[in-house]
């Protein structure tokens, strides 16, 4: 008997239950659709955003980033386009006024030049220095062979001739069974 | 109480560090290998202290002792256990015990090892291990300490970030870490060699498979960190050149290099102090880029919260950087190669020139990241480097080195001949340009992508016929079937093959990138209930939104619902993409849905609703060929398995092939 009443018990507070939990998930429902209604860019307001970037949140663009600033430059796009600016202009407002650090894309001019030279710079500058290295290797070797041919050496033709294909025998070699 | 406990033990833990790295080197000084012993087991001790230190914050995550500050700012009386125990990488605090955890493990793996021929290196590598773990052990105790209380404890905690309730953001950082981490043997091992002037090649071979092992879960980390970001950040895409990509992108970048040159080492004893430089800029790049990213200097998504242990990491990384400097100016002439370059057209002059590349463009990107620092330094210019930029600078140098994979395996050391690498060049240059005309006339009509896919057919070309020579070898001097041929091929050449099973991949994730970057579109539309609206071949009809139960408590879930025809107006499918809105954290996340077909990934985004879901509006992004990125990244690391499998063959696996003709021995 006991367990009938407990029985009892267990759904009358489950009926509490289900009742609180139903207000917790309207009231959250509600609260979840009335947040998050942020304006919505169309799309060319978004196009013109990817190539901005974010005030707030840095390394975005403007068109990923939810934040309030963001959705007053994106506000702000749209009212340039509906005056009838194209997305150039619209750019060159936002890059007039922020300077051209507002661009996804640096400029390749200015200060954001060095961001794009010291790549190109330090490629050629590494390759230089290989270069040099090889080269001096390489002298060096040919003065070697040179002295080793004098002192007489028919070894190296001799080694040339002994397989046909250098590639596929050295591999062969390589791959053999060895144990 | 038992968080006190590991509060305790990670102070042992410190203690340890110390006692090993004065003991060890005396230990040589005094050539009392007693000493270098005890050295040796307090390092491996530190493992042991820092579990415990790890399980005592543990047991305050699972018990809710808001009492400890770090377990109220990452979970609250919602959070789950699994994410209980996940927050123990979950913030700044925890994740610094956390990666004292891994790096601790890494260096009683060390301790515990076999030490034979390398025995002299033994203190030294005590000695350089103890340091470093030292350092961040003291970092987390003076600095960062997870284990501080509050006075008067709250009532609730604050609840783990919501980004980080993802499994690849559970399992991502601890391979970033056990990456990192992991790359800090193959660097001690280097030190060693040069504090006991053994400067043979007795610690690349002692280090070649650790760095393997760091090498394998950085490309692990990175590419989880991908999809973590392309299922929960909600960026349409995998990668977005963010800060804490970059930075373990940049040491995974020197690290490939290090492994290719170090081959050098191993087959000819060449470029011995280019391995060393190699090892310490790694070793550098690493340090360096945990101290950006854990000093807060680097915004960025994912970066940790500003602090002020900036300056202290700065600190030690310009003294690491003058004693590896110091390091290596005083054992410069010692570091001579054994031979002479025959030709730049060799093997190692083809490697040389992609150590450049690899390093040109780790250069690229670590410009790329630290220009915005400092411009602002200097300028007072916030710049942001946005995508474009590595695109352009960062995309050709990557494909020079797709162009360099499908080369170099065909050059011999030594010096190679024109005449053979043509003969084996010719067939796959063939393949590549059968499928650019095939690609052209399907409609693929840019010269940038049409070239990069030609570039990638002749790569992956010519790698699968470095698999068909050698098992075409095997069958014709061994007599063997073909499957049994291959197995014994990947058996007895397990580096060389489970690499070339690593080149596969990356030419699958360069295809991934080429159809992601250029044929990828994405379109943001608002629409009414019932409004169509077109992105390429698909239609998507917007159903409305409805409220749906989150996955957590604490937050609400909205779900839009689009249904898609394909061009001819069939159903093909719908999506339901969520918005989860955190009331606590007062953040929200989109969550896309991710449907269409292996080859073209359509990915749909709830971007927001306005009268009650009367209209909505949605961001559709189109992914040619990104799913190719997950499986070329699973094949890379099948080829570090490969590679990496301990050799099952009878003959001791330090004088396996190589080596073995290098002494001289006749192969049978």
Redesign the interface.
């Known amino acids: 008997m006991t367990k009938g009443i407990l029985y009892h018990e267990v759904t009358k507070t489950r009926r509490v239950a289900i009742l609180i939990l139903s207000v917790f998930v309207s009231s959250?429902?509600i609260?979840?659709?009335v947040?998050?209604?942020?304006?919505?860019?169309?799309?060319q307001t978004?196009r013109i955003a990817k190539q901005l970037?974010?005030p707030t949140?840095?390394?975005?663009?403007l068109?990923?980033c939810?934040t309030e600033t963001c959705t007053q430059w994106k506000n702000e796009i749209k009212a340039q386009l509906d005056q009838g600016k194209n997305a150039e202009e619209v750019l060159a407002y936002f890059e007039a006024r922020f300077?051209p650090?507002v661009l996804?894309?640096?400029p390749k001019e200015g200060?954001?030049a060095?961001?794009?030279a010291?790549?190109?710079g330090?490629?050629i500058v590494?390759?230089g220095v290989?270069g040099v290295?090889?080269?001096r290797?390489?002298q060096?070797?040919s003065a070697?062979v040179a002295v080793a041919a004098a002192t007489g050496g028919a070894n190296a033709n001799a080694h040339a001739s002994v397989a046909a294909?250098?590639?596929?025998s050295?591999?062969?070699?390589?791959?053999?069974?060895?144990? | 109480m038992f968080t006190d406990l590991g509060h305790l033990a990670v102070i042992f833990a410190f203690a340890a560090c110390l006692y090993a790295a004065i003991i060890s080197p005396l230990g040589a000084a005094r050539n009392d290998d007693r000493l270098v012993q005890s050295g040796r087991l307090a390092a491996f001790m530190t493992l042991p202290l820092v579990l415990i230190g790890c399980l005592g914050l543990w047991f305050a995550l699972i018990t809710h002792d808001f009492g400890v500050q770090y377990v109220a700012s990452v979970s609250n009386l919602a959070t789950p256990l699994f994410y209980r125990i996940t927050a123990l990488w979950g913030s700044q605090n925890g994740s610094i015990l956390f990666w004292c955890l891994i790096m601790a493990a890494f260096v009683a793996a060390a301790m515990a090892k076999e030490w034979k021929e390398d025995k002299p290196l033994l203190p030294y590598v005590t000695m350089t291990m103890a340091l470093v773990l030292g350092f961040f052990i003291f970092v987390q105790l003076f600095l960062t300490n997870a284990f501080v209380r509050y006075d008067f404890p709250p009532q609730d905690g604050r609840g783990l970030n919501p980004l980080l309730r993802h499994p690849g953001m559970i399992i991502h950082p601890p391979m970033l870490y056990a990456g990192y981490t992991g790359l800090l043997v193959p660097f001690a091992f280097c030190v060693a060699s040069l504090l006991a002037r053994r400067t043979d090649n007795l610690w690349l071979r002692s280090s070649r498979r650790w760095t393997l092992v760091g090498w394998a879960f950085l490309a692990a980390g990175l590419l989880l960190g991908g999809r973590w970001a392309h299922d929960v950040l909600?960026?349409g895409g995998y990668w977005?050149w963010?800060?804490s990509e970059n930075k373990p992108f940049i040491t995974w970048l020197i690290a490939t290099a290090f492994l290719h040159s170090a081959m050098i080492q191993e087959k000819r004893g060449m470029f011995k102090n280019w391995n060393v430089f190699l090892m310490m800029l790694t070793f550098a790049s690493m340090f360096f880029g945990t101290a950006f990213i854990r000093s807060g200097l680097l915004?960025?998504?994912h970066a940790f919260a500003a602090s002020d242990i900036g300056p202290f990491f700065m600190g030690a990384m310009l003294i690491i950087l003058a004693a590896c400097a110091v390091l290596w100016l005083t054992r410069l002439d010692t570091l001579k190669s054994e031979h002479?370059?025959?030709?730049?057209f060799s093997r190692e002059?083809i490697f040389?020139?992609q150590n450049?590349l690899f390093?040109?463009t780790a250069?690229?990107v670590f410009?790329?990241t630290m220009?915005?620092i400092l411009?602002e330094a200097i300028?007072g210019?916030?710049?942001?480097?946005?995508?474009?930029?590595y695109d352009q600078?960062?995309g050709p140098?990557m494909a020079a080195l797709v162009l360099l994979m499908g080369v170099a395996p065909?050059l011999?050391w030594h010096k190679a001949?024109g005449q053979?690498?043509w003969?084996?060049m010719i067939g796959p240059v063939v393949f590549g340009v059968v499928v650019m005309v095939g690609l052209f006339i399907i409609g693929v009509r840019q010269a940038l992508p049409l070239l990069g896919f030609g570039l990638c057919a002749y790569t992956l070309a010519q790698t699968v016929m470095e698999y068909v020579?050698?098992v075409s070898?095997?069958v014709?001097?061994?007599g063997e079937g073909v499957p049994t041929a291959l197995l014994?091929?990947a058996q007895?050449?397990q580096r060389r093959y489970g690499g070339y099973l690593v080149h596969i991949g990356v030419v699958l994730l360069a295809i991934g990138a080429i159809g992601k970057g250029f044929y990828g579109t994405d379109?943001?539309?608002?629409v009414a209930i019932n409004e169509s609206f077109t992105v390429g071949d698909y239609t998507f009809t917007y159903r409305g939104?409805r409220?749906v139960p989150c996955e957590f408590d604490d937050c609400?879930?909205?779900q839009g619902m689009l249904l898609i025809t394909n061009a001819a107006g069939q159903t093909i499918g719908s999506a339901f993409p969520n918005?989860d809105?955190y009331?606590a954290q007062e953040h929200?996340a989109t969550i896309p849905e991710i449907t269409g077909t292996f080859n073209e990934e359509v990915y749909v985004l709830l971007?927001?609703?306005?009268n009650?879901?009367a209209?909505?509006?949605f961001q559709v992004y189109i992914n040619p060929l990104i799913n190719w990125i997950w499986v070329g990244g699973i094949v890379v690391i099948l080829g570090f398995f490969v590679a990496f499998w301990p050799p099952t063959?009878?003959?001791p696996s330090t004088v396996r092939?190589?080596a073995?003709r290098a002494a001289g021995a006749p192969?049978?």
């Open positions: 959250w429902l609260s979840a659709v947040q998050a209604q942020a304006p919505v860019p169309d799309d978004y970037n974010c949140c840095a390394g975005r663009n068109a990923d939810p300077g650090t996804q894309e640096p200060t954001t060095i961001l794009w010291a790549p190109v330090a490629a590494f390759f290989v290295v090889m080269w290797m390489s060096r070797r070697q294909d250098p590639f596929v050295e591999l062969e070699r390589e791959v053999k069974d060895e144990s | 909600g960026w977005g963010d800060p915004t960025s998504v002479k370059l025959d030709s730049a002059g040389l020139i450049v390093l040109s250069f690229t410009i790329g220009f915005p411009s300028t210019q916030k710049i942001t480097v946005g995508p474009p930029y600078v960062a140098q065909l011999a001949s053979t690498v003969r084996q020579r050698g070898a095997r014709k001097s061994m014994r091929l007895k050449n379109v943001i539309r608002n939104i409220p609400q879930t909205v918005r809105y009331p929200t971007g927001g609703w306005e009650n879901g209209t909505a509006s063959d009878r003959e092939g190589p073995r192969a049978k």
